[in-house]
């Protein structure tokens, strides 16, 4: 919502405000005023009503007075006392009533017929027993505020009404009387359309003003809007008429005085750029002519420079190749030591691999010998299963003999058997795992034996390929001295000639940094030269730049 607001233009922002301005004022009316004046004749109604049934009672009062002084009977003055009431009258024709603590009718201008009749039983149209109520208000408070509905004398809808009613004790009576709250909202509804209408004429009157008042605003605003973009354009000439002295006027002085200062500025911008534009082309082709001079000598001594270096570059070459040779030899040391070490590492290694596997043979051969004791063992199970199930057979057949007394030596007989059976049985696979495992380890061993012999014959290799590699590195490290000493005596020739070539090749650079230097001050001259013209096209912008310069200046 802000980003919308700030699209708009100041007339709009303008009336935007008086309406929020005025919104509150409007609300103002229905949710605080109106409120107001309605509870505020609530109160003057319950006021006016205590008033005039105060009136009546000081009627009911000087009647008895008149019967504690002798004049009257209490009978007579309670005839009095009704005449009274019956033809008081207040408002337009709004009346009074009175009824005994036993909601009987005492006097009642409209119902003269029900007079004396017990209401006890009457109730409105809301169901509401009104005198039964009335009694128990006035005994509990002496006097109060109902409302019920009732009939206007000589109509028959039913109404909202809200009485006052108050007891006079000396005579067991309740005097009342009460206004039907339609009365009341005609009032109140005539006060708001009077104060709405008093309110839309103070807001329109308000709005006018307020128009016409930012109008007055908004119009140098937009007077000094379009001047400033007339600016923007170009227009060093463009003023803001000014209307008055207020802050508006101010700022309109302010505008002109200030485009006056930058009209001034871009005229004398525009001399400057001239003048600028004028030197630069001076200097610049002096910087040419000496750039050209100095670069010739630089060409000259970078042509001696390449000379000497090509003949420093070959004497470096023939040191770089020596050297080559010299590393490569020594290169070639290098390696025979670290392949004669790594020789003597193998042999030792192979030394210990023989080792081992020695041992392993041992147990190898150590494993057949317990293979064979196991075998021994097996079979001497076997022959005690075989004689056990010989002697179950001899005892069962003697247990059945024995017949009754037998039978207990049958059964032990049977599971020794049936033990004896399960014994050649695992003796039985025993053999057969034991045998697989004795032509595993023979076959282990010939491998071993093999191995031996193997390893055997790469330990005798390794120890002749040691002593090769021992005669390499005594010749390598002869090469390595001879070409050494030659690398030595070319690199002497070649720093030499290097020497020379640097000090033509530093001559040859201060020429160029001299060229370099020059260059420079002709590339700033040039950027000094388009920047004048830059300037001078911005000043040339404005309508202010006079016109004989537009012309003579070399754009």
Do not use: C
């Amino acid at each position: 919502m802000v980003l919308a607001l700030r699209r708009r233009s100041l007339l709009t922002k303008l009336y935007i405000a008086m309406g929020v301005v005025a919104l509150p004022l409007l609300l103002l009316q229905p949710l605080y005023i109106l409120p107001a004046i309605r509870a505020q004749h609530n109160d003057d109604r319950e006021r006016a009503l205590r008033q005039v049934v105060e009136l009546a009672y000081g009627v009911l009062e000087a009647n008895e007075a008149r019967v504690r002084a002798g004049e009257l009977t209490t009978e007579q003055a309670q005839t009095e006392a009704s005449r009274l009431l019956q033809q008081l009258r207040y408002g337009d024709s709004e009346y009074f009533w009175v009824n005994d603590l036993s909601t009987r009718l005492v006097m009642h201008p409209h119902l003269p017929d029900m007079l004396g009749q017990d209401q006890s039983g009457y109730r409105d149209s809301q169901n509401k027993a009104v005198f039964v109520d009335i009694v128990k208000l006035v005994q509990e408070q002496g006097a109060g505020f109902i409302s019920y509905m009732a009939t206007r004398p000589g109509e028959t809808t039913p109404l909202p009404k809200e009485s006052y009613v108050k007891l006079f004790a000396p005579w067991g009576w309740v005097v009342g009387t009460g206004v039907y709250v339609e009365d009341l909202d005609k009032e109140v509804a005539e006060l708001q359309q009077r104060l709405l209408l008093a309110v839309g004429a103070a807001m329109l009157l308000a709005l006018l003003v307020g128009m016409a008042f930012s109008r007055a605003v908004v119009r140098p605003v937009r007077e000094l809007a379009s001047a400033a973009h007339r600016v923007e354009q170009g227009d060093l000439n463009a003023t803001v008429p000014v209307h008055s002295e207020d802050e508006l006027g101010q700022l309109g002085h302010a505008f002109n005085t200030m485009v006056q200062g930058v009209r001034e500025m871009v005229k004398g911008l525009a001399d400057v750029a001239v003048s600028t534009v004028a030197d630069a082309d001076r200097i610049r082709r002096f910087a040419d002519n000496l750039s050209k001079a100095t670069r010739e000598q630089s060409d000259q001594l970078l042509q001696l420079a390449e000379s000497v270096q090509q003949m420093s570059r070959g004497l470096s070459q023939d040191a770089e190749q020596a050297l080559t040779a010299a590393d490569a030899a020594a290169g070639n040391g290098r390696m025979a030591e670290e392949g004669g070490v790594a020789v003597q590492a193998a042999s030792r290694k192979i030394s210990e691999i023989v080792g081992v596997v020695q041992k392993s043979e041992e147990r190898v051969v150590r494993l057949q010998a317990s293979g064979t004791v196991v075998a021994q063992m097996l079979q001497l199970i076997q022959d005690v299963s075989n004689e056990t199930s010989v002697l179950a057979v001899n005892t069962a057949i003697e247990a059945a003999r024995a017949g009754e007394h037998g039978k207990g030596f049958g059964v032990v007989a049977n599971e020794v058997r049936k033990l004896a059976d399960r014994s050649r049985e695992a003796v039985g696979h025993i053999e057969v795992l034991l045998k697989k495992n004795q032509e595993d380890i023979s076959i282990a061993a010939g491998l071993m034996q093999d191995g031996t012999s193997k390893v055997e014959e790469g330990m005798q290799l390794s120890s002749t390929a040691g002593e090769a590699l021992a005669r390499i590195v005594t010749g390598t490290r002869e090469i390595h001295t001879r070409v050494g000493q030659l690398a030595v005596d070319s690199a002497r020739q070649s720093n030499a000639g290097e020497r020379i070539a640097d000090r033509i090749q530093s001559i040859s650079n201060h020429s160029l940094d001299a060229v370099t230097g020059v260059e420079q001050i002709a590339q700033s001259v040039v950027d000094l030269h388009r920047q004048a013209q830059q300037l001078w096209a911005l000043a040339a912008r404005f309508s202010a730049t006079p016109a004989r310069q537009q012309e003579e200046t070399p754009l």
